[in-house]
């Protein structure tokens, strides 16, 4: 996939989508062989996202629930294999958003703590900025999610509609209370942690160091220069200096 061209993965999300390839996708990711759930984790997470398939990845991942695929990707949350890791983390960013049922399997599976765990490195086996990244990009789209559901909105990219009646609300609500602590986690973290991603920026914008960009905060001539960042490190910057909540669900690019 991350060799194929825009209309090639969209082809490819196709065929996926027909019969019960899902479903044996599923399976591929119970194989205990890495190079196997790996790549089955790597051509989620690819097709899922816009970026990759601009047709056809809401409609993969509508098939997700029911084919059993997320909740078979969530165990790899725990993996000790850094690169199985990031691929997860990539694959559950570009996924979460769209069914509000997977906010309750994330929540039945201890999946959202894991999160916070790992977004301020709380696990020492867990040494990687990319990987602290990923998961608070989840979590943003988790916290996107919870706000969407509670004013009445659909859940974006062809999710679940409505409202999550009386049993899946409390676990919903649950749910929002592991993540309504999001900014704080975000507006917790160092500003050097940013650095390799912000200070370029900072320099093209005029400012001389991100403590400046900081003290800038909710100015509106910050808000508008961020107008010209990529949508991704818009993001970033917006949670991570200035603690704002995203606006829409962040989506990795390819993962390789």
């Known amino acids: 996939v991350d060799q194929a ?3 090639q993965c969209s082809a490819i999300g196709a065929d996926l989508r027909k019969g019960d390839c ?3 996708l599923a399976d591929l990711l119970q194989s205990p062989q890495p190079s196997v759930h790996r790549s089955a984790i790597l051509l989620i997470g690819n097709l899922c996202t816009p970026s990759v398939d601009p047709l056809g990845s ?15 990707l969530l165990p790899y ?29 994330m929540q039945a599976q201890g999946a959202i703590g894991r999160l916070e765990e790992i977004s301020v ?17 989840c979590l943003a789209n988790l916290s996107f999610v919870v706000q969407q559901v509670r004013q009445g909105g659909g859940v974006p990219g062809g ?5 999550l009646g009386a049993e899946a609300d409390q676990a919903f609500g649950q749910a929002e209370e592991q993540v ?3 900014t704080n986690f975000l507006e917790g973290c160092k500003l050097q942690q940013l650095q390799s991603q912000a200070e370029e920026w900072c320099g093209e914008q005029g400012f001389d160091s991100l403590a400046d960009v900081a ?39 390819q993962l390789l």
Do not use: H
Not at 159 to 163: E, L
């Open 5 to 7: 061209s825009t209309a």
């Open 22 to 24: 899902m479903t044996r």
């Open 58 to 72: 809401d409609l993969t991942k509508q098939t997700l629930r029911p084919s059993g695929c997320f909740a078979a």
């Open 77 to 105: 949350l725990w993996s000790s294999s850094p690169a199985t890791l990031l691929y997860a983390l990539g694959a559950v960013q570009n996924t979460c958003a769209a069914d509000v049922e997977f906010i309750r399997l």
């Open 121 to 137: 490195s709380a696990d020492p086996r867990v040494a990687s900025s990319r990987a602290e990244q990923l998961a608070q990009g």
């Open 159 to 163: 999710g679940q509609q409505g409202s």
């Open 180 to 182: 309504e602590g999001l």
């Open 215 to 253: 003290e800038v905060e909710m100015e509106a001539e910050f808000v508008a220069a961020l107008g010209d960042l990529k949508p991704g490190k818009r993001q970033l910057v917006l949670k991570r200096l200035v603690g704002l909540r995203s606006s829409a669900p962040m989506s990795s690019q």
